[in-house]
C-alpha cells in the first residue's frame, strides 16, 4: 500500500503503479478475517491455484536436486 502511494505521488512510471495495483489489488482479494476456519487442503488448492502450482513446482525442484547429487527421490 505504502509502494502504490508513493507511485500515485509521482515517485514512479505508470506501468510500475498498475502491476503494484494489480498485486495490491489481489491480495485484498485473498485477505480472509481468519484463514485458517474451514478453507484448507484442496479447496484452498482450487480458490488460489497459485499456491498449489508453487508447491508442485518446490516437490519437483526438489526431486531434480537430489537427483543431481546421486540420491532417488520418489516424490508422492
Known amino acids: 500500500m505504502v509502494e502504490v502511494a508513493k507511485l500515485e505521488g ?3 512510471g505508470q506501468k510500475e503503479l498498475a502491476v503494484k495495483r494489480a498485486l495490491l489489488a489481489r491480495v485484498e482479494q485473498l485477505h480472509e478475517f481468519n484463514p ?12 488460489v491455484p497459485e499456491i498449489t502450482e508453487m508447491q508442485a ?3 519437483f525442484e526438489a526431486a531434480c536436486q537430489l537427483a543431481k547429487e546421486g540420491i532417488k527421490a520418489t516424490p508422492r
Open 10 to 12: 509521482g515517485w514512479g
Open 36 to 47: 485458517m476456519l474451514g478453507h484448507r487442503g484442496v479447496r484452498l488448492g482450487i480458490t
Open 57 to 59: 513446482r518446490a516437490i
